[in-house]
């Protein structure tokens, strides 16, 4: 196994060993060849539709209050306090390192990217395929040049393929300021990192808790649900987000996926842990990363919130093109 970095080099923390970073107190997330070879031979055939009709929508260029739009995936644009943010951006057809194989998209973009506002920053929440596109970068960074705010390592990746991007790289509980009344704090994610055969963990992972005037919105990325502490420790840190944008799809089969990727009644347990006032559903519906069918994602968050006795209209799970307002 290697024994050095090349995505970064820093002292020893209690989530970082001198090479790799792992999830303190949180189950472990790296899985054996063998785990693999046992999903494939269990996983049942449940293909998903090749096109899922999408209504693409043209956004404002600047928004006063809070709109958020899906994109698809996890790629949304927030438009907040003037300011128009984009997460985990992708564009691609494919979430893979090449273009002629791995999981396809099965709804196109609700936002074409010529369609895009002006865009003032992207936070980038890991390195994963379906999260960091070099190909989606590229075309933002010459058509916008936005700021960049990602975990650890991952701005390495980004830098040498586009030496020109402005990038800010923060541990877990850093901050960057994007505008006079904006700041984005990067906050921990039970999660894990590759982006080939050799490199697992060796750039950070996380979420992102966005203040931006009177606002302030959670983006998860990508996260187990593990021990919960993660999530009640930022109630504590940050308060009550007025959105929190949680993942709800890439769950089955739970004994390889549920240590990186919550299921919806996981995702309605971070909604109760940060006392969050409203919630959206995101990585869902777009790439078949696992077993579950399509639309299972949405229809157990609706049985997740009713067992709860919490009303649909404070959860909603996002397909492409969607838009929700909040005052």
């Known amino acids: 196994m290697p024994t050095s970095n090349s995505y970064y080099s820093g002292p020893v923390s209690d989530h970082f060993d001198g090479v790799r970073f792992f999830n303190p107190g949180e189950p472990g997330t790296d899985r054996r060849l063998r785990d693999l070879l046992r999903w494939r031979r269990t996983a049942p055939d449940n293909p998903w539709p090749k096109n899922v009709p999408?209504?693409?929508?043209?956004?404002?260029?600047?928004?006063?209050?809070?709109?958020?739009?899906?994109?698809?995936?996890?790629?949304?644009?927030?438009?907040?306090?003037?300011?128009?943010?984009?997460?985990?951006?992708?564009?691609?057809?494919?979430?893979?390192?090449?273009?002629?194989?791995?999981?396809?998209?099965?709804?196109?973009?609700?936002?074409?990217?010529?369609?895009?506002?002006p865009i003032d920053a992207i936070l980038l929440s890991h390195n994963h395929y379906d999260h960091l596109d070099i190909a989606t970068l590229r075309t933002l960074q010459a058509g916008h040049a936005p700021l960049i705010v990602t975990?650890?390592?991952?701005?390495?990746?980004v830098r040498r393929r586009l030496p020109a991007a402005r990038i800010e790289a923060r541990d877990w509980g850093?901050?960057?300021?994007?505008?006079?009344?904006?700041?984005?704090?990067?906050?921990?994610?039970?999660?894990?990192?590759?982006?080939?055969?050799?490199?697992?963990?060796?750039?950070?992972?996380?979420?992102?808790?966005?203040?931006?005037?009177?606002?302030?919105?959670?983006?998860?990325?990508?996260t187990g649900y593990g021990t919960g502490s993660i999530f009640r420790r930022m109630r504590a840190a940050f308060g009550s987000p007025d959105l929190a944008l949680l993942p709800i799809g890439a769950y089955d089969p739970r004994w390889f996926m549920a240590a990186q990727h919550v299921d919806p009644d996981e995702a309605v347990q971070i909604l109760c842990d940060l006392d969050a006032r409203a919630a959206l559903g995101t990585h869902w519906g777009v790439f078949k990363l696992t077993d579950e069918a399509r639309d299972d994602p949405a229809k157990r968050l609706s049985s997740a919130l009713r067992a709860r006795g919490i009303h649909e209209s404070r959860f909603d799970a996002m397909s492409p093109g969607d838009v929700r307002q909040y005052s």
């Open 54 to 117: 999408v209504r693409p929508t043209k956004p404002d260029v600047r928004v006063d209050g809070l709109r958020v739009t899906m994109v698809g995936h996890a790629t949304l644009l927030i438009q907040v306090a003037g300011l128009n943010i984009l997460t985990d951006p992708v564009w691609s057809d494919r979430a893979s390192p090449v273009g002629f194989a791995g999981p396809k998209r099965a709804a196109a973009p609700g936002i074409a990217l010529g369609d895009l506002p």
């Open 151 to 157: 975990p650890l390592g991952n701005d390495a990746i």
């Open 174 to 222: 850093g901050r960057v300021s994007i505008a006079p009344r904006a700041e984005v704090h990067v906050v921990p994610a039970n999660h894990w990192s590759s982006r080939g055969l050799r490199d697992r963990r060796m750039a950070l992972w996380g979420g992102f808790m966005l203040r931006a005037a009177t606002k302030l919105v959670y983006f998860a990325g990508d």
